[in-house]
């Protein structure tokens, strides 16, 4: 995610010189701007219906991009804020169960995760820069999405070509946005959800191994403490990816309908097949890891009154045995926290379902 914001936005790194300063204002309003828009605006010129489903293939999916790269960039202050959490969450992990834990569960899904992403990124860009190496030997400069421009392609093979050069360029470009926008809430929501598993691992062996009370009082303050980061954490991530998620949950039910329904009725050669397979197969990659790490996160904030419960409070002192008391009540009104899409729509494996069924329902529509 780093990677891809230090090459988009260098000046949020205090890499500020003026023609860093004009790369970045270059870079986005010829891409993040215009790329999306001159897909959007051919569809004005009431194009065949087979260019009319090629364009919004691609056009939703810029559209989305665009869009939740901005949000991104309206978000970084709160992005640093949560890896500092981060950082000072790894450094409560202190027992040999915990380090198992982590090393087992949480690093394994998000290596798995992103390994999964790299791959399908890679297909899809493998399949795409192959389509335009095929046309550029065979001698058609032909545009690679049907799209506006200011001025007759087909009466000059140079503007042609420019024109060729700037869509590949810009979907290099997206590519990096994208990879960007679809790594940052899983993992994100892996290590929250991480955490929290650890943090009540901790709570659940209060009093078995200590054996002073006014110790055992004293690491249930620590662990108070440690909570606070947890629900700070927790609402940063919630702030950070609310509209990145309303996005992506609109965008991909739409751009399932709309490849399935080019795939099916327009599509004639075999490479564009291949692509628009594994296309689809992308956007599914994009939506489900969010959703299904979101759950991850409910359940955990779930059982957090249970880890306390289960922690040996019984035979603790008054003081102890009152400030867990209170403290449970707290995390009880914890149970009520949701993470949602704009403050809409509860992400959870639901909605990717409920997105799969939006796209069948447009699809039949």
């Not at 993992?187 to 709570?203: E, K, N, P, V, Y």
């Not at 790490?293 to 035979?315: G, M, N, Q, T």
């Amino acid at each position: 995610f780093w990677i891809c914001m230090r090459l988009l936005v260098p000046t949020f790194f205090k890499d500020s010189s003026r023609p860093v300063q004009l790369y970045v204002v270059l870079l986005h309003i010829l891409v993040t701007l215009w790329f999306p828009l001159h897909l959007l605006l051919h569809l004005l010129l009431l194009p065949s219906t087979a260019d009319f489903f090629k364009n919004l293939t691609m056009s939703l999916t810029c559209v989305a991009c665009s869009l939740k790269h901005v949000a991104h960039l309206y978000h970084l202050p709160q992005i640093v804020e949560i890896e500092s959490l981060i950082e000072q969450l790894d450094t409560f992990i202190a027992s040999e169960q915990e380090h198992r834990y982590y090393q087992d569960h949480v690093y394994c899904h998000a290596r798995r995760f992103t390994r999964c992403l790299y791959i399908s990124f890679g297909m899809v860009y493998a399949v795409f820069l192959f389509g335009v190496f095929v046309q550029v030997i065979s001698g058609k400069w032909e545009l690679l999405y049907p799209a506006y421009f200011p001025f007759d392609l087909e009466s000059n093979h140079l503007l042609g070509a420019v024109a060729l050069g700037y869509q590949v360029f810009s979907m290099l470009v997206e590519g990096f946005q994208a990879l960007g926008n679809d790594t940052y809430t899983p993992l994100t929501l892996c290590l929250l959800a991480g955490h929290i598993h650890l943090w009540s691992i901790r709570m659940r062996q209060l009093g078995y191994f200590e054996e002073e009370a006014a110790a055992n009082h004293q690491r249930l303050l620590e662990y108070i403490e440690q909570h606070k980061l947890l629900v700070r954490f927790h609402n940063l991530v919630s702030r950070t990816i609310s509209e990145v998620q309303l996005v992506q949950l609109g965008g991909c039910g739409a751009t399932l309908c709309i490849i399935v329904s080019y795939m099916l009725f327009f599509v004639g050669d075999t490479i564009s097949l291949v692509y628009y397979l594994v296309f689809f197969g992308v956007v599914c990659v994009q939506l489900i890891p969010s959703c299904y790490f979101a759950s991850e996160v409910a359940e955990e904030v779930e059982r957090l009154p249970y880890a306390i419960f289960s922690s040996r409070w019984y035979d603790q002192s008054r003081d102890h045995r009152f400030d867990l008391l209170i403290f449970t009540q707290l995390t009880l009104g914890n149970r009520g926290w949701v993470i949602k899409a704009g403050g809409l729509i509860e992400l959870n494996l639901n909605a990717f379902f409920a997105t799969l069924k939006m796209a069948y329902s447009l699809f039949a529509v």
